[in-house]
């Protein structure tokens, strides 16, 4: 019994790591991210359209990889 309730706790736990984790490494992705585009259109404005629409690719992308962290930490916590 006790075996059991430590086990669910542990998933939960994980679960809730797993999607923090996911959270912030999104976030210092696109920081990164926005601050290397706005250095890259102040060094070349006449490119400001290629890379701004490049970036917004890329962020999508680290977004698309956070999503799918998260779901996967939730499905640890909820599916045992």
Known sequence: MF??????ALANFGGAIG???AAIGA???IGK???????????????AGDIRSNMIVIA??????????????AL?????
């Open 33 to 47: 991210i926005g601050s290397s585009a706005m250095e890259a259109i102040a060094r070349q404005p006449e490119a």
């Open 27 to 29: 976030g210092i992705g």
């Open 3 to 8: 075996s059991m309730i430590l086990a669910e």
């Open 19 to 21: 999607a923090a984790v």
């Open 60 to 73: 999508a992308l680290v977004e698309g990889v956070a999503l799918f962290a998260v779901i996967v930490s």
């Open 76 to 80: 640890a916590i909820f599916i045992q």
